[in-house]
């Protein structure tokens, strides 16, 4: 069971960026994905969660309206579509999955991606 994330790279403020995270080994129905980020010297923060089943999506507020979460379960993939970014959505971004209900808790999901690095600066 593998969570690899991609997409992850530099942009200029306003600038936009798709990550992407395939899930191999297994099907994740029942299953909530989900984004995480962190910045350095900072926690793991929440930034959007997907249910596979429904694909009924919950995005942070920080980020609620430059942000999408979706995913394609043929592909087994999950997408965050990032726009209108700024500086301070710098950090390493993480896809996570949990069979164990919808959470914006990093301590609640099992599985977790190597992380992409997102750059944001002028």
């Known amino acids: 069971v593998q969570l690899q994330a991609s997409g992850g790279g530099s942009v200029r403020p306003g600038g936009s960026l798709q990550l992407s995270c395939i899930a191999s080994g297994r099907t994740f129905r029942g299953y909530n994905m989900a984004w995480f980020r962190q910045a350095p010297g900072k926690e793991r923060d929440f930034v959007a969660r997907i249910s596979w089943n429904t694909g009924i999506p919950y995005v942070d507020d920080s980020v609620k309206g430059r942000f999408t979460i979706s995913r394609d379960s043929v592909k087994n993939t999950v997408s965050l579509r990032m726009t209108s970014l700024q500086p301070e959505d710098t950090g390493v971004y993480y896809c996570?999955?949990?069979?164990?209900?919808?959470?914006?808790?990093?301590?609640?999901?099992?599985?977790w991606g190597q992380g992409t690095q997102v750059t944001v600066s002028s």
């Open positions: 996570a999955a949990t069979d164990g209900g919808s959470s914006i808790r990093s301590y609640d999901y099992e599985l």
